[in-house]
Each structure stands twice: as C-alpha cells, then as structure tokens.
C-alpha cells in the first residue's frame, strides 16, 4: 500500500512511518522542513501556504494525519488556544482538499480522548463531545476531516489517549521529579488516565488500513485506564525511583492556568470499536508499557 503521513517527523509519524516501511509499505513523509523519515520520501508542505499539492497523492491509497500543535506548551492564552485549533482544522481542511483533487480514498485523521472532557465513567465512541476548549477543539478537527465523506472518502477519527512513549512529551516532564525521588500523583491522583503504548498506536492505524469497513471515531487507547495515582506507580516501578510525593493540584493551577486541565482532568476512555473489530492489544498492562519503554 503507498501512504503519505502528515507530521511525518513527529513522535508517532515517526514509529509509524518505520513500521509501514518494515511492512514492505511505500510511505510518503510530509512535513513542514520535508525531512527524510527513514528510507521513506520526504516532501515539504507547509499548511499555511494553501492546501498540499495533489500531485503529492499520486497513486497514495490512504492519508494519515497527525499534524497540530502541542496542547501542552504554556498556558493557552487566547493566541495560543487559535494555534492549537487552526494547526489541526487549517491543516486537515488542506488534507482533505488535496485528497478530493487526487482521488485518494482514505484518511485517518487524529483526534483526541479531550473530546469527552473529564468524567468518571467509562465512555465509548458513541459518548457527545465536552463543552469545553478540548472539546470544542476536537469537534472543529473532525469537522474538518469528516468533511471528505462528502466526496466518498473513508475518514477514520483516531482518539488517543496519553502516549506512552520515550519521546512523549507527557512521559519526559514526568521523569525529572521521578528521576529526583520527588515523584508522585498528580493532583490526588483520582483522576482517570486513559493511556496506550506508542505500538498500540502504530498498531491500531495499520489495523485500520487494512480494514476499509470500519470509519467515524475509533479510540486509540489500551483497554485498562488507569488513575493517576496507579499511573505515578507503575512509573515509578519502571524507573526504579519512589512515587510518594504528590504535586499539588492549586499549585499546577497557579502556573499552567487553563491548561492545567490535561495533568488535573482525566476520562475511563473505552476502545470499543478497535476491540469489536478484532485488534489486539500489545500492551494492555500499564506496567508491561512503561516498562517497555522505559525500564
């Protein structure tokens, strides 16, 4: 399958972009700077210049669509609230539009598990949007992908919950404190994580590539969400450093504002459609992850 990877040089575009290739896939990496991912083509495009070149798509059977900005830089002023929202409608909306001139015939789009805000029970894919900025947020990005069904393109909305990975940027502020011996729960540590190995990613949109018959929302995170607390744990035991020393929630508030919310806020996100379709897990254990990634 040929497959062009929006924000191809980021975290996940990166893992996936080997995997797809080690599938014996041809991937085409996109990206602001057009850097080389791997042994795959690397093309610059950047979102703010117009909609990407649909001579890019030539013969591509499927887009994937990672690209925005990090929510969790600074606090979100109302600039950088616009930032984060038009870094992924702007840039989808260019996707899709390239998509329609090329004839290509999928999109797995990301999204987010912000789209539920916070909560206790569990949700699933078929849960309404939270009446908040995340929520709001997420809709637009849908929106936006959704958009090409009008044309006959499949779009898949990817879901996903806090990464683990080595490179993620959630993992790497943890670590410091940890690394110290001065971590610990986030907040009181009530709040639910839902989480999934970086694999579990990758896994999950090759999942979904081969599978033309499934669209609309799929959570992208592991089936055991975690709280905070047991999260701060099993990051602990991965390192080998305690986990007793808890940040208080007032004291995040005071330095990240409203974007204190991603560490202090939390929803039990169920992947009802990846399960129903059949994918399994490679890491549906919180510990058997961190330690993956990091023991």
Known sequence: MKVAIVGATGMIGRRLTSRLLAHGDDVIAVSRGGARVADATGVAWDPATGPL?????????????LAGASIGSGRWTAARKQEITESRTVTTTGVVEAMRAAGTGTLINASAVGFYGNGELPVDETAPAADDFLGATCVA????????????????????????????????R?????????GGPVGGGR????????????????FLLGHPEISGPVNAVAPSPVRQRDFARA?????????????PGLALKLLMGESSVIALGGQQVVPRVAQSAGYAFAFPDIDAALGAELG
Not at 53 to 65: M, Q, R
């Open 191 to 206: 709040q639910w994580w839902s989480w999934v190995h970086i694999d579990d990613v990758t896994g999950l949109i090759t």
């Open 141 to 172: 990005w849908e929106a936006a992908a959704s958009a090409g069904t009008a044309d006959g393109i499949r779009v898949v909305m990817l879901r996903t919950g806090v990464v683990i990975a080595r490179e993620s940027e959630v993992i790497r």
């Open 235 to 247: 990051l602990g035991r991965a390192i080998g450093r305690p986990a007793v020393l808890p940040t």
């Open 53 to 65: 070149d649909p001579s890019v798509l030539a013969g591509v059977e499927a887009v994937v669509n």
């Open 174 to 182: 943890q670590l410091v404190p940890f690394k110290l011996g001065l």
